[in-house]
Structures are given as C-alpha cells and as structure tokens.
C-alpha cells in the first residue's frame, strides 16, 4: 500500500487553485507518457510576477498533490523566481512523496517551465509586432 503524507492527502482533497483560466496570459502542458497522467498550467503575469496561477489536471493523488503544491509555491513570485522552483522543492513542501510517485512531481514543474516559455515567446512576438509596425 503506497503511503502519503498528511500534506499530499490535504492537496489532493482539497486541491489549491484547481480551474481552468480563460484569461491567462500563457500555459503549458505536459503528459507523462508512462502513465498517461497530464497536467495544464495556466498564469497570469503582472509587472514580471506570478500574479494569478491554475491548472487542469488528470492523474493520481501525486499528480493532484504537486500540481496544486507547484501552483502555490509559484504564486506572487518573479518569473526568475517560478522559474528556479525545482522537483526537489514540491517533493519537500509536500512532506515527501513515496519513491514510486516522485516522477508525479516532475509535471507541475514541467509545466510550469513551459508556461513561463510560452509567456516570453508570446512578449518577445508581441515585441517585433508592434517594432514592425512602429518603423513602417
Ligand atoms: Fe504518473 Fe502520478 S502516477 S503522474
């Protein structure tokens, strides 16, 4: 029988900032091809912070557990700072996962990652659009 802590059971119950977000700024998604588990992260950015953050996710009670630890480690933080938050840190602020659900953590920080990616390509675009069409 795999064993949780009190944290994973707590998340996984009650998961933090769990819906989907029309409005965001930039997502990213990943799939863990191994178990079929996936997760959408979706973030809003003010003035180069995490000001609002949500996903969707399909999984196990570690998916569930990490991707809502991972949204709340990342919210009010820089992008630099979202974009330090490692496995190891939603493994720790869980209070541990069992040695067969680690991979479970990989995925909210994925995620993220690629939300963050998705957020600087969309600025960057945004940037050589309205370039383009200041020097026509
Ligand atoms: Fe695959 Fe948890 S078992 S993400």
Redesign the pocket.
Known sequence: MIMYSDIVIDHFMSPRNAHTMPDADAEGSVG?P??G?CLVIYIKVKDDRIHDISYLVF??C??IASSSMTSELAKGKTLEEALAITEDDVVLALGGLPES?I??SL?GVGALRKAIGNYYEQAQRKEIIHETSYTR
């Open positions: 863990d191994s178990c588990d999984g196990c570690g998916a659900k991979h479970c995925m």
